[in-house]
């Protein structure tokens, strides 16, 4: 072999030094490429030529050491940085970074997966998020009621900006405020009387079960036709009442259990009389049994105290009953309004009368009145509670009791069930009881408009009337060993045999780590090194080609000793 085994060791060098030439080059030409993992070229030796394997001491004699030429290098691996790129913050909201290990999962349109740290995401038209080459990225979609469960098959992540709408039934309302403790306990309710009614059909005083259309005055003087219009007004705590109608029917009496049949019963719902047992007093419309006359007592409180009760009707027979006051409420008292939202993002009106029931050594003790006009069944009463104080005015005890709003035939969830909260309600002296409603749950109807992506990779959509909801959850792949994915251009990666079976979780889980959104991966190349690296590999080139000339110049004189 001779001198012409140096040449091509000399060959092997330049082979080997241009590989490394060509990936020092990809990692300077990809400095700026968003998640780009920089590169290295391992090199090994040839196969070596033996001309002795040595031997091993004997006697008096030592041992003797192998002898080998060498005969050239080769390119042992190239491997790959995955150490982390430096993170650019951009303010897009949809560009997306990996700090700590993990992979994106996109997927092109066969569905097939690939893997990639380069996070420059958008929004297409059809508001799915992709690459920039359409491949779709991968995750979980809430459910219906947004919740996310990270495991199982991945789906593509729809944004929809501006299509998607949603409203939150009220659940929980918050009050704050004082309620006077100078003031004076509840002890009797509003009542007032009708006139003497007589049953025409038997000369006697009326009943529950007299019909409407047989009811006259003590003159005999009838009140209502059949199909005659009822229309009550009043006042309530100083408050109109909004009106309310009742049309004879065949069936309507004067009493009976039905508001719908029932004038007595309807009186009683159109006022918003609370009749709950736990309530004091004996409020409700009844029958005076010797006159006939209807007699009405209303709950405790100023705030419920029912004054201007009219009972005017229209029709064939226009006749109003003469309503006299002979009982006002009392009870010091405090009134808040405000609005409840259901299912469908209907705004549903919702009062609170707040009334001083017990006033004891331990602690004064207070009962809410709430009714409502969105109520759909006849009443306004929609619930009743207490709330208890201590001696420093502190709340004490709430009665564990709700606000139940009837929304049949809405369309919306029936009933709604809301809990009234009174922690930052207080009990001093003072001029007045005030309590206003600082917070409820509830939302109208509104537009997602804006969206954020966590570090958990949880896509949180923000709508136009305030409510949060999470619309979905990108996925990160994680693998045994990133050594083995191959890259395949574009920024993508697909996993070798030796790279293991991609891991699919959430971020965080199997070692994978967060999301920085707004933000994107820099490369990951040493420009320094580089350039370091891109002087030693000319050296070693130069060295090796300085072999070869040299070689060739023994070769030439060699040649010129037969001349």
């Given at each position: 072999?001779?001198?012409?085994?140096?040449?091509?060791?000399?060959?092997?060098?330049?082979?080997?030094?241009?590989?490394?030439?060509?990936?020092?080059?990809?990692?300077?030409?990809?400095?700026?490429?968003?998640?780009?993992?920089?590169?290295?070229?391992?090199?090994?030796?040839?196969?070596?030529?033996?001309?002795?394997?040595?031997?091993?001491?004997?006697?008096?004699?030592?041992?003797?050491?192998?002898?080998?030429?060498?005969?050239?290098?080769?390119?042992?691996?190239?491997?790959?940085?995955?150490?982390?790129?430096?993170?650019?913050?951009?303010?897009?909201?949809?560009?997306?970074?990996?700090?700590?290990?993990?992979?994106?999962?996109?997927?092109?349109?066969?569905?097939?997966?690939?893997?990639?740290?380069?996070?420059?995401?958008?929004?297409?038209?059809?508001?799915?998020?992709?690459?920039?080459?359409?491949?779709?990225?991968?995750?979980?979609?809430?459910?219906?009621?947004?919740?996310?469960?990270?495991?199982?098959?991945?789906?593509?992540?729809?944004?929809?900006?501006?299509?998607?709408?949603?409203?939150?039934?009220?659940?929980?309302?918050?009050?704050?405020?004082?309620?006077?403790?100078?003031?004076?306990?509840?002890?009797?309710?509003?009542?007032?009387?009708?006139?003497?009614?007589?049953?025409?059909?038997?000369?006697?005083?009326?009943?529950?079960?007299?019909?409407?259309?047989?009811?006259?005055?003590?003159?005999?003087?009838?009140?209502?036709?059949?199909?005659?219009?009822?229309?009550?007004?009043a006042a309530k705590g100083g408050r109109d009442i909004e009106p309310a109608t009742?049309?004879?029917?065949?069936?309507?009496?004067?009493?009976?259990?039905?508001?719908?049949?029932?004038?007595?019963?309807?009186?009683?719902?159109?006022?918003?009389?609370?009749?709950?047992?736990?309530?004091?007093?004996?409020?409700?419309?009844?029958?005076?049994?010797?006159?006939?006359?209807?007699?009405?007592?209303?709950?405790?409180?100023?705030?419920?105290?029912?004054?201007?009760?009219?009972?005017?009707?229209?029709?064939?027979?226009?006749?109003?009953?003469?309503?006299?006051?002979?009982?006002?409420?009392?009870?010091?008292?405090?009134?808040?309004?405000?609005?409840?939202?259901?299912?469908?993002?209907?705004?549903?009106?919702?009062?609170?009368?707040?009334?001083?029931?017990?006033?004891?050594?331990?602690?004064?003790?207070?009962?809410?009145?709430?009714?409502?006009?969105?109520d759909s069944d006849v009443s306004r009463v929609v619930g009743t509670g207490t709330?208890?104080?201590?001696?420093?005015?502190?709340?004490?005890?709430?009665?564990?009791?709700?606000?139940?709003?009837?929304?049949?035939?809405?369309?919306?969830?029936?009933?709604?069930?809301?809990?009234?909260?009174?922690?930052?309600?207080?009990?001093?002296?003072?001029?007045?009881?005030?309590?206003?409603?600082?917070?409820?749950?509830?939302?109208?109807?509104?537009?997602?408009?804006?969206?954020?992506?966590?570090?958990?990779?949880?896509?949180?959509?923000?709508?136009?009337?305030?409510?949060?909801?999470?619309?979905?959850?990108?996925?990160?792949?994680?693998?045994?060993?990133?050594?083995?994915?191959?890259?395949?251009?574009?920024?993508?990666?697909?996993?070798?045999?030796?790279?293991?079976?991609?891991?699919?979780?959430?971020?965080?889980?199997?070692?994978?780590?967060?999301?920085?959104?707004?933000?994107?991966?820099?490369?990951?190349?040493?420009?320094?090194?580089?350039?370091?690296?891109?002087?030693?590999?000319?050296?070693?080139?130069?060295?090796?080609?300085?072999?070869?000339?040299?070689?060739?110049?023994?070769?030439?004189?060699?040649?010129?000793?037969?001349?």
């Amino acid at each position: 072999m001779g001198v012409s085994t140096s040449l091509f060791s000399g060959l092997s060098g330049l082979v080997a030094h241009q590989r490394r030439m060509d990936v020092i080059g990809n990692n300077i030409a990809n400095v700026n490429t968003t998640g780009f993992r920089s590169s290295r070229v391992l090199f090994r030796t040839a196969f070596a030529q033996t001309l002795s394997i040595g031997t091993a001491p004997t006697g008096n004699l030592g041992g003797v050491n192998p002898i080998q030429i060498g005969l050239g290098v080769s390119v042992g691996t190239t491997s790959t940085n995955f150490g982390q790129g430096s993170i650019e913050t951009t303010g897009v909201p949809s560009d997306l970074a990996v700090s700590g290990n993990g992979f994106f999962v996109v997927r092109d349109g066969t569905g097939r997966p690939y893997y990639t740290r380069d996070g420059s995401f958008s929004l297409g038209a059809d508001q799915i998020l992709t690459n920039s080459k359409g491949m779709i990225v991968q995750g979980w979609t809430a459910n219906e009621d947004f919740e996310i469960s990270p495991s199982g098959a991945t789906d593509g992540i729809t944004i929809p900006l501006g299509s998607m709408r949603l409203a939150k039934a009220t659940q929980n309302v918050f009050m704050t405020g004082n309620l006077n403790s100078s003031g004076d306990a509840g002890t009797q309710g509003s009542i007032l009387g009708s006139q003497a009614l007589i049953d025409s059909s038997t000369g006697l005083a009326a009943t529950a079960g007299t019909l409407l259309t047989n009811l006259t005055d003590a003159g005999g003087v009838p009140f209502y036709a059949l199909d005659d219009v009822i229309t009550l007004d009043a006042a309530k705590g100083g408050r109109d009442i909004e009106p309310a109608t009742f049309t004879v029917a065949a069936g309507s009496t004067l009493g009976g259990a039905d508001p719908t049949t029932s004038l007595a019963e309807w009186i009683e719902a159109s006022l918003g009389i609370n009749t709950s047992a736990a309530v004091p007093g004996a409020p409700g419309v009844t029958l005076d049994a010797g006159t006939g006359a209807l007699a009405i007592e209303g709950n405790y409180g100023t705030a419920n105290d029912i004054t201007d009760l009219v009972l005017s009707s229209s029709g064939a027979i226009s006749r109003p009953f003469d309503m006299t006051k002979s009982q006002s409420a009392d009870g010091e008292s405090g009134y808040t309004p405000f609005a409840v939202y259901d299912s469908l993002g209907n705004e549903v009106e919702v009062s609170v009368a707040f009334v001083c029931e017990d006033k004891a050594d331990g602690g004064n003790t207070w009962r809410w009145y709430a009714e409502s006009t969105g109520d759909s069944d006849v009443s306004r009463v929609v619930g009743t509670g207490t709330i208890t104080f201590d001696t420093e005015g502190a709340l004490q005890s709430t009665s564990d009791d709700q606000i139940i709003v009837d929304r049949a035939d809405t369309g919306s969830v029936t009933p709604m069930a809301i809990r009234p909260d009174f922690a930052q309600v207080t009990q001093l002296a003072a001029n007045d009881s005030e309590v206003a409603l600082t917070l409820q749950d509830g939302a109208p109807e509104g537009t997602l408009n804006e969206y954020a992506i966590g570090g958990n990779g949880i896509v949180t959509g923000i709508f136009t009337n305030g409510l949060v909801a999470n619309l979905a959850q990108i996925a990160l792949a994680s693998f045994s060993n990133n050594q083995g994915l191959y890259a395949l251009g574009n920024n993508l990666y697909s996993p070798g045999p030796n790279a293991g079976t991609p891991q699919i979780g959430a971020p965080g889980s199997f070692g994978s780590g967060t999301l920085v959104s707004g933000a994107l991966e820099q490369s990951n190349v040493d420009l320094a090194n580089e350039f370091v690296n891109l002087i030693v590999t000319q050296t070693g080139y130069t060295a090796n080609s300085r072999v070869i000339s040299t070689s060739n110049d023994m070769l030439v004189e060699l040649l010129n000793t037969i001349r």
